[in-house]
């Protein structure tokens, strides 16, 4: 390519079926290079460094390496953009990674978007820019097409998403976090519908009434905000789809006998705890879809469940369809344990390349509110946590000091810490036999009780939840693509166990719950899809104690769990039933009141756009 502004030819050669097509360009802020697409992605050699290497050049005998990338794969390109006739630079000192520019040059442009991982922390994902340059039009035309049709073909990448953002969500970020990372669906070519709610359960409403067409025609839904907004999304679709069977329970269990296999679906009519705020403004700060309040409840049929003959049926699991989160909230343990990292960039980049990661969800079932009420089924489900005693007060407390944002949970921490509340209940869990179900390294550390000064098995002997995980992708022996369950009571494999006595706390985890309070989660080797529930029964014990207990849960490799009056529990099933009045639960951040509840899990039931962490 000439450098004196003569026109030059257009320069790309076909080549064999791993290399599409060779020309000489100019990349920005390095140089004039050697691009060739190939089919998994772009690669390029500066000309000049090809020279100078045959030369054996060297600056004062040290012979200079260059650090800047030179490929890009497409899996990890989202975007290519022709952006007109414009300066590309070019450095001086190429060999060092382009610290000085050199001369300019004025041609046609195109960008390609990728994404680059951080070197110091793995998880987190930032955008970059790759501009190119040619001087001739047609050239620049030719390799953005045919970089658009290697994009196209990409397996996974959404193109039709419904966004529900939460202004309000943690400190009342939302709809500046949708605003930041809108740019990108926008070159994604994304199309996205986004609905900013104005009432609590308005997400619920419309997720539990949308049809079949309507989801049929999505890739996903998004939500800008945080675990309990999730949550709302999350229950709005499943309580009106997932049919199920109620979870296992013991034969002395009050709805044993009543267990037909059929949920009662609540109504959407009735009200629903969720995130969002009474009192928000009513104009919503970014332009968007409007919730229609007619359609809340009309798309239900007599028995509860959507109609059908809206369009084909929506099956859950659902291979396809996923539900992307936008980190707005006040605790974002979700993100975290699906991420790596609390970046709501890091997640709009997840989402627009098309990752997937299994989610187990957790159904609740609450069969009585309190100690006098009649038995009336309510199912909820969890994506993340479900906790009682310590849990379930601090969340109940920290309703009174809204106005104070995320800052009212650790007030509302500490005041129910030195409280010291205990609770009498009983709790019975499901134990299956793990040398069928997990694998050697798994054997010996589920299921038991942990002693104190033992201590729990070394890091590198916990087989933490990450990119590809092998866990999470291990096969169950038997599953039913439709109606997804862990094992029964009736199973040769598994027996119930019973635990009674005074607790101060009782948490059932899905995942390892990680967050900034508690860097290494609630339980540090829990799996995002290996189909069973984390027990953690925390007996009634002096407040020093417990206060050791909460210590071990904020230290980076700490042992939350080892401690004489600690329960650990790997089950897919349980169930609880208080012995006082009235018991509060904390599912996924929001209330739940139940004097009596079960519980299961189902493997993989959701997907998500996300990968795992990088540990």
Known sequence: MERDGDKSQPAIQAGDEDRILTSNVFLDHVGEVVLTLSSDGLSWNLIDSIQKEQDGSSCLGIKLVRKSETAIKFSDAYAVEYIGWGLVHESILANTGGFLLGHGYEMYRFAVHGVQRSMTQPSLLAPFVYTFGHKDLETCQVLVNQITASLDVEMGRPKNLLVFVHPKSGKGNGCRTWESVAPIFSLAKVKTQVIVTQRAGQAFDFMSSITNKELNSLDGVVAVGGDGFFNEILNGLLSSRLKAPYPPAPTDFVNSGENDGNVSVR???????????????????????????????????????????????????????????????STDAIVICTTGTRDPTTSALHIVLGKRVCLDIAQVVRWKTTSASEHEPCVRYAASFAGYGFYGDVITESEKYRWMGPKRYDYAGTMVFLRHWSYEAEIAYLEVNLEKTSSPSENGFQSSRTKALVGLPKKCERMICRVQCNVCNTKPISTSPRHPRPPTQNSEESKWLRSKGRFLSVGAAVISCRNEKAPDGLVADAHLSDGFLHLILIKDCPRALYLWHLMQLARVGGNPLNFDFVEHHKTPAFTFTSSGKESVWNVDGEIFQAHQLSAQVFR????????????
């Not at 993989?604 to 540990?615: C, H, I, K, R, T």
């Open 267 to 329: 109504d959407a009519n009735d009200s629903v705890s969720g995130p969002s705020d009474q009192n928000e403004d009513n104009s919503p700060l970014l332009p968007g879809l409007r919730l229609n309040e007619s359609r809340s409840t009309h798309f239900r049929s007599e028995d509860g469940c959507c109609d059908t003959d809206q369009g084909p049926e929506f099956s859950l699991p659902n291979e396809w369809f996923r539900f992307g989160i936008i980190p707005a909230g």
């Open 604 to 615: 993989g039931l959701v997907n998500l756009f996300a990968s795992g962490p990088e540990v």
